[in-house]
């Protein structure tokens, strides 16, 4: 699992996804699949997700995917 994931409590709460091991590995994929980074490594992906989070609608897309995954 990434190193970033710890940082997504907020978007965990907003999803309404409880914040588990068993979901941030899950969020791990959404996020990189969201970027179309799967291959990247914690450091790039954290790097290019703290901006693109800045856009609320990126925000919106990744909140929703998480609900979708649960």
């Given at each position: 699992?990434?190193?970033?994931?710890?940082?997504?409590?907020?978007?965990?709460?907003?999803?309404?996804?409880?914040?588990?091991?068993?979901?941030?590995?899950?969020?791990?994929?959404?996020?990189?699949?969201?970027?179309g980074?799967?291959?990247?490594?914690c450091?790039?992906?954290?790097?290019?997700?703290?901006?693109?989070?800045?856009?609320?609608a990126?925000?919106?897309e990744?909140?929703?995917?998480?609900?979708?995954?649960?």
């Amino acid at each position: 699992m990434s190193c970033y994931v710890h940082n997504l409590a907020d978007l965990f709460a907003e999803a309404g996804v409880e914040n588990t091991k068993q979901s941030r590995k899950r969020a791990d994929g959404v996020v990189r699949a969201a970027l179309g980074m799967p291959d990247a490594h914690c450091p790039e992906i954290w790097r290019e997700l703290k901006v693109w989070l800045q856009d609320a609608a990126n925000r919106q897309e990744l909140v929703s995917r998480l609900r979708d995954a649960g």
